[in-house]
C-alpha cells in the first residue's frame, strides 16, 4: 500500500524503525526497535482519507465535546487520549454523587457571577451555546434522570456519578467515538496547512506513536503536561494555584468543635498581600468546624475568590466572623441584655439566646475566649461582659495558617488565558483548528456544579466547532464576546 504523505514524523534521539500497517494508508509509525506495537494506536483506526480530531484528555470536557464533534460529523475520526481513566473526576465528584450543574441560574449573567476567573469573559456567547438547562436536556435525552436541590446543586437521581459516567460513555461508544486510554499526549506541534504531529506515549509498554490530526481539542484539566502542550503550540499560562479549599485554623479550641455547623455566618478575609485598594473578600452562608480548622460553602467561596492573594500571602491572614449577620451590633446587645433579666437564675453555659442558632459547645468557646466561668449567673454577669460577648459574636477572628489538608472539592484557578480562546468556538486565537475546553482554561467556578458546568459549555461549544469545520462549514463567526 503507498503512502501518499507520511502523518507521522521523526522523534530525535530515538532508534526508529518504521512500521507500515496493512490496516491503514497514510500513517507512518516510527517506533523503536525495542518498542512493541501496541494493541490499538490512534493509526489503525483512522483511514487517510478521514480528516481526524485528536482529544487530549478524558474528563468531562473532553468526552463530552467529542461526543458533540462526532454527533455532527459521523465520518470524522475522534480519538480521546487519556492518560488515566476517563471520567476519574467524575466518579469521585460531588461525594460519589456529581454535582452536574446548577440549576437556580437561568440568567446567564448571575451565572458568570459564580466564576471568580471567567466571571467578565463568561457574560457573553458561552453559556447562552450550552446552558445549564441545555446540560439538564441533553442528560435527560440520554436516559439520566436529574434532581435539583433546594441550593440548586443538581445530581442524578441515582445518587450516583457512575449515572453519569456510563451515559457519557456508552453514547461515546455507539457514536463512534474511539478512547484511548492508559496513554498520554507528551508533545504536539503545528505543521504546514494547519495541521498537528501529536506525539502519544504508552509508557508502560514503552510504545512511542506519532500522529497527523487536523483538530486537537486539549481537554486536559489541571495537568502540567495539558499546560506544557498549550505553551507548545504558542499559548501563555496563568499560574496555576488551587481554589476550593478549607482553611487551617491557628487555634486548638476550635479543633475541639469539629462537627458544629452555623446555618448562617458573615466571613470576610483579610491578607496582608492584598493591595489596598482591594476590599476584603466577604462571603455569607453556611459554615462548618472541622478538625483542623473551617470549612462549609462561606470557606469554599471565599477560597475560590481569594485564591491568587491567598496564594501570595502563603495561605495566611486573618478571617474575621460574623455569626450573628442578620442582626445589628446594638439587637445583639440587647437580645443578651434581655436574656440576662428573663434567665437571672440560670448559669451562664447552660442558657443562651435562641436567637443566635448557636450550638452549646460554640457557646462555650465564646464565653472561654471571653475568660467568663460557665458556672456564673446571668445576673451577676456585668454590662461590659455581655458588651465584649456580642463584640466576639459579631467580629470574631481567626489566624489563617494555611490551607485545609483534605480535597472537598478542588479546582485549580490558572491556565490558558481566555483572552487567547474564542469563547464562541473555544478555538485558539494564536492557532487555527487548536481548541481548549474545561480546567485548563483559566475559568474556575465556586462550588454547586459550575465547574461541571464549565467543561460541558466547552466541550459542547469546541466539539460543535470541530464537527461544523470537519463538514465543510465555517463556525468562525467572530461575535463580539461581551467582556
Ligand atoms: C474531589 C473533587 C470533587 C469534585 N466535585 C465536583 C462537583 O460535584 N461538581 C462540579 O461542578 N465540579 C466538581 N469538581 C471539579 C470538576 O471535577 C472539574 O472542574 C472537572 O472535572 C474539570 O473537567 P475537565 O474535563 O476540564 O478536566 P478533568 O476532569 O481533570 O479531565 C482531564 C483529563 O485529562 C487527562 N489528561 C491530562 N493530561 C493528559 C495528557 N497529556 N494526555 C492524556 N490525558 C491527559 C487527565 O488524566 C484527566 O482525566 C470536583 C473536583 C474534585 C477534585
Redesign the pocket.
Known sequence: MSLTFPRVLHAPGLLYRSLTCTNHTGYLLFLPRTRRFCAITISSVSKSSEELMVV???????IYGAIRAKTLAPNLKVVV??????????K???GG?????NGHCVDNMILAEHYPRGHKELRGSFFKMHSPMDTMTWFSDHGVELKTEDDGRVFPVSNSSSSVIDCLLSEAKSRGVILLTG????SASSIARGKFTVRVEKRTADIVEYVEAEYLLI?????R??YS?AAQLGHTIVEPVPSLFTFKIDDFQLAELSGVTFTKAKAKLKLDTMQKNVPPLTQVGPMLVTHWGLSGPVILRLSAWGARDLSISNYKGILEVDFAPDLHAEDVKSVLNQHKNRFPKQKLLSSWPSEFGLAKRFWKYIIDRKGLSGDILWSSISRGSLTSVAFLLKHCTFNVIGKGQF?????TAGGVPLSEIYLNTMESRIQSNLFF????LNV??V?????????WSG?YIAGTSVGTLANGSNPRYREEDVA
Open positions: 487530549v484528555g478524558g474528563g468531562a470536557a473532553g487520549v487519556e492518560k488515566g481513566k476517563a471520567l476519574s473526576k467524575v469521585i465528584s460531588g454523587r456529581c454535582n452536574v450543574t496513554k498520554v499526549v507528551t481537554a486536559s484539566g489541571s495537568s503536561q495539558g502542550l480535597k472537598d472539592e478542588f479546582v475546553a474545561g480546567e485548563v474556575d467556578g462550588t454547586g456544579g459550575f465547574n461541571f458546568q464549565n467543561a466541550g
